[in-house]
């Protein structure tokens, strides 16, 4: 049996793109456009900003024109253009499920850890759940007592798994398998969120909220690593509203 994978919760923000198109888009707003103004927005990002996305120490022309920027923050359309790229490890399907129901606000991108193409292991439970939940064999177990390998029921044979049971002739079908693995389980999952979608979930999801315990937990991780890397984009994640945007 494989070594049961590490399931510490993690948020990685990977990249953000869009800032100086997001900027530019302003300048069109307001009919101030020019190409000059345009390509010194541009030559400021790159100069300002590092490979990924984030800011650098000695940004003050970027983090003034941003601050320009999210005097409008009510016009949707303008923080469009902004895009953040995240990945997560460890949290807990139940959890990522209820993560999934944003999907839209993603336009679908956004992909998990398959239940049916990936494979999970005896006693795997997300970080949350360590020291909350056991499995019906880690209680056995820890009592000293054994099940049967296999178990005949109505003329069917039935083969012992990591989670459970499955008749013998479907034991390596993944169609079949997947449905003993529980919610506790550890799922890791990329997305990709246009910055106004992204404040929206935060709103729904963090910690003032009724989210499940662990998303909650998630999602403050994840407004560190964007007030981090950008802190203006990551203080109006809880200011924005969507109720008042006019784009």
């Not at 456009?33 to 490979?51: A, C, G, N």
């Amino acid at each position: 049996m494989e070594e049961k994978k590490n399931s510490e919760l993690k948020v990685h923000l990977n990249q953000i793109t869009g800032i100086d198109d997001a900027l530019v888009s302003l300048l069109m707003s307001k009919r101030s456009y020019t190409r000059e103004k345009e390509l010194m927005i541009r030559q400021m990002v790159r100069e300002e900003l590092t490979e990924q996305g984030f800011l650098k120490e000695d940004s003050e022309r970027l983090q003034k024109e941003l601050e320009k920027l999210f005097k409008y923050k009510e016009h949707t359309t303008l923080f469009r253009f902004i895009d953040l790229s995240f990945v997560v490890e460890g949290l807990h399907r139940g959890a990522q499920d209820d993560f999934d129901s944003h999907a839209k606000r993603l336009d679908n991108r956004i992909v998990r850890s398959s239940t049916r193409l990936a494979k999970f292991y005896d006693g795997e439970k997300s970080e949350w759940y360590q020291d909350k939940i056991l499995y019906t064999d880690e209680i056995l177990n820890f009592l000293g007592l054994e099940i049967p390998e296999t178990v005949d029921i109505d003329g069917a044979r039935y083969v012992k798994t990591d989670f459970g049971y499955i008749r013998e002739d479907l034991q390596n079908n993944k169609d079949a398998r997947r449905g003993l693995y529980p919610l506790a389980i550890p799922s890791n999952f990329i997305f990709k969120a246009q910055y106004p979608e992204l404040a929206h979930i935060v709103q729904h999801r963090d910690h003032t909220t009724g989210a499940n315990p662990e998303l909650k937990q998630m999602i403050e991780m994840l407004k560190e690593e964007v007030t981090d890397a950008v802190p203006i984009l990551g203080k109006h994640l809880t200011l924005m509203r969507m109720q008042n945007y006019k784009g």
